[in-house]
Structures are given as structure tokens and as C-alpha cells.
């Protein structure tokens, strides 16, 4: 049972880090540019199809991974510069209904272009075997992940709370027209927010895509959870989403793989195999719910 827990703790880990670099993203366009973008799950779909096509084309998966990462962020580009722009002085419920029409046409894009067929999206060869920690096996790949999130997490946050440019951001959301008065191009910051934030998507899909399907609507389920993050974490908090990344997945993950062998002790064992899964996934919304209730505002807050 401790092995069990240790090897979910570590998956909760994983998967709550990758979560994180979806949310950082898209708190950063929704609390600093007050954004609604339901598009931010697409663009991570179209980088894991981005990083799969290149990879299968380079014969190398860090090719593939850094070309998939370069070309969604260049599609955030030409998004931000043609649609986003007229979005962030409309309201919003047509940027709602804006982002909506760009999952549509993103899924039958990437389904006209790739197919209805899931991609192949192998880990590197070096990394696809299991290293010993604590006396017991646990993949190469998955520790991979875990320093690679760990390290963009560190880096943003010395970028976003640290740097003049963070401070050049926060200084745009919350007075555009007097930091703009001061000689600062607001415009092109958020343009470089977007565009960022794009690449973290196709980063968080390339690395995501051995473990998960390349397939086509891979980005509605995550962009659930996403939101959820930025809300328990505070809107426009990228420490808030870290630790709001990190609680969501922490509990869908261990809630998943424990909750059912916690109920085989009172229920038979086909109704703990359907009831675990289905309380996981409402428990990560009690729990939101319940923070929410004593701190309305998130557990971090984002500060003018």
C-alpha cells in the first residue's frame, strides 16, 4: 500500500506540473489581459499534434518537441494579432462565443489535416525504462516531466513576480493607459503573454503525449481542469496556480487509484471499480467549492 502511494503521489505530481503549465497561461490571459480564451485547451491539442508530426518526421522526439513548441507559438501569434486583439476590448460573452467557434474549427482542422486516428507519440528510447527509487521501479520518462515542469515553474515565476518585464505586465493590466504614457509598448507585451503562453500549451502536449492519445478533442477534458486550477490558485496568481496545479492533481490522482480499493472494503468489487473514478472527479469540485467558500477570491490572489 505505501509503494501504491508513493508511485500515485509521484503520477499526482506529474500530472498537477503539466497542469500547471496549461493554467499559467491561461490565468496570465485571463487575469492580466481579462481574456475568456475556452481556446487555450486547442492550442494544446494542435502542439501535441504538432510535436507527434515533427517527431515521426525527424525520426527524434526533442526535435520534434522543441519544432512543436516553435510552430504553436507562431500560431498564438497569428491568433493574438488577428482575433485576440479585437477580443480584449469586447465583452465577455463574444469573447466566449469567439473562443468557442476556435475549438470548433481547431477539431475538424486537425481532423481533416491528421485524420480521426489517434498519433504515435513515442518517449525518447533513453527514457523509456524504469529507474529504482525507494525500492521500487518508477519510469525514466515521468521523473523527466517532473524536473522539466519543476524547472518552468521556477523560471516563470522569477520572470512573472522578478523581472522588469513581469513588472512591465502587471503594470499594463492594471493601468494600460498610464503605463503606456510612461513609453511601454502594452501592446506587444500582451502579444508576448499569448505567445507564451501558447508555447507552454504545445509544451505540456509534447510531453503529455506518450502517456496520453494525440487525438482529436484532447484539450476540452484538460481545459476543465484548468480553470478550476487558476480559480482555486486566484485568477491572475502564477504562484496561485502552481499550488492550485498541484492540489488538483495531486487528489485526482491518488483519489483515482485509491478510492476504489478503499471501497472494496464495504462494497462489492465491481461497484468500487465505478463509484472511485466518479467520486475522484467530484471531489476535486467539493474541494474547490469548499476553498472557494472561505476564500472567495482564491488562495492567492493576484495583486495590483
Not at 463509484?275 to 474547490?288: D, K, N, T, V
Request: glycine fraction near 12%; proline fraction near 4%.
Amino acid at each position: 500500500m505505501t509503494q501504491l502511494f508513493l508511485e500515485q503521489a509521484l503520477n499526482g505530481l506529474q500530472f498537477g506540473l503539466m497542469l500547471f503549465l496549461l493554467a499559467a497561461g491561461l490565468t496570465l490571459v485571463f487575469g492580466i489581459m481579462d481574456c475568456i480564451n475556452l481556446a487555450h485547451g486547442s492550442l494544446y491539442m494542435v502542439g501535441a499534434y504538432f510535436v507527434a508530426a515533427a517527431a515521426q518526421a525527424a525520426d527524434s522526439f526533442w526535435l520534434g518537441l522543441g519544432a512543436g513548441v516553435a510552430g504553436t507559438a507562431l500560431l498564438g501569434l497569428l491568433l493574438e494579432l488577428s482575433l485576440f486583439r479585437q477580443l480584449y476590448r469586447r465583452d465577455h460573452l463574444a469573447q466566449v462565443l469567439a473562443t468557442f467557434a476556435l475549438i470548433l474549427i481547431a477539431n475538424e482542422s486537425v481532423r481533416l489535416i491528421w485524420g480521426p486516428a489517434p498519433l504515435l507519440l513515442n518517449p525518447p528510447e533513453s527514457l523509456a525504462g524504469p529507474v529504482e527509487i525507494a525500492g521500487f521501479f518508477y519510469p525514466a520518462y515521468r521523473l523527466v516531466i517532473i524536473a522539466c515542469g519543476l524547472v518552468v515553474a521556477g523560471l516563470l515565476y522569477l520572470l512573472v513576480a522578478k523581472s522588469r518585464i513581469g513588472m512591465w505586465v502587471r503594470a499594463g493590466a492594471a493601468n494600460r493607459e498610464m503605463t503606456e504614457a510612461l513609453g511601454i509598448n502594452v501592446r506587444a507585451l500582451f502579444t508576448a503573454v499569448f505567445v507564451f503562453g501558447a508555447g507552454l500549451c504545445a509544451l505540456a502536449g509534447g510531453l503529455l503525449g506518450p502517456l496520453l492519445a494525440v487525438q482529436v478533442g484532447m484539450g476540452e477534458s484538460v481545459l476543465i481542469l484548468a480553470f478550476v486550477v487558476i480559480i482555486i490558485g486566484g485568477i491572475g496568481s502564477i504562484r496561485g496556480a502552481l499550488v492550485g496545479a498541484l492540489i488538483v492533481g495531486t487528489v485526482d490522482t491518488l483519489g483515482r487509484a485509491l478510492l476504489p480499493t478503499l471501497l472494496r472494503a464495504t462494497l462489492p468489487a465491481d461497484a468500487a471499480a465505478t463509484l472511485g473514478p466518479a467520486l475522484a472527479s467530484i471531489l476535486i469540485y467539493l474541494l474547490m467549492a469548499g476553498i472557494l467558500f472561505f476564500k472567495p477570491q482564491g488562495l492567492f490572489p493576484a495583486r495590483a
